[in-house]
């Protein structure tokens, strides 16, 4: 089982930034993608950014221009870079990989325990 821990997250007024890591158990270019997603109070989770393990990475629309996935394999870890944030930016951001594997159904969600975005105005 492939294991994904986040940090970064906290407290942060609007306009200001944070930067989320996501490390995970297995080398990145095994994994088919990693990406971030997150859930505010009341609502159901959502993409935020995903990329491929052929590097191409896509954005929520509520998000591009202002936020930047990117990948440090050397380390394992995927990173979030949030500028210009928002309170409607504030929740649990999780990260998420699809891990292949050799038997039915041939992969599988991964998830990481989530870590905290609060932005205030």
């Known amino acids: 089982q492939v294991q994904l821990v986040e940090s970064g997250g906290g407290l942060v007024q609007a306009g200001g930034a944070l930067r989320l890591s996501c490390v995970a158990s297995?080398?990145?270019?095994?994994?088919?993608?990693v990406g971030w997603y997150r859930q505010a109070p009341g609502k159901q989770r959502e993409l935020v950014a995903d990329?491929?393990?052929?590097?191409?990475?896509v954005y929520a629309d509520s998000v591009k221009g202002r936020f930047v996935l990117s990948r440090d394999v050397t380390k394992n870890t995927v990173y979030l870079q949030m500028n210009s944030l928002k309170p409607e930016d504030t929740g649990i951001y999780y990260c998420?990989?699809?891990?292949?594997?050799?038997?039915?159904?041939?992969?599988?969600?991964?998830w990481g325990q989530g870590t905290q975005v609060t932005v205030s105005s």
């Open positions: 297995t080398s990145l270019s095994s994994l088919k993608t």
């Open positions: 990329s491929t393990s052929s590097g191409v990475t």
């Open positions: 998420k990989s699809i891990v292949p594997i050799a038997t039915v159904p041939y992969e599988y969600d991964s």
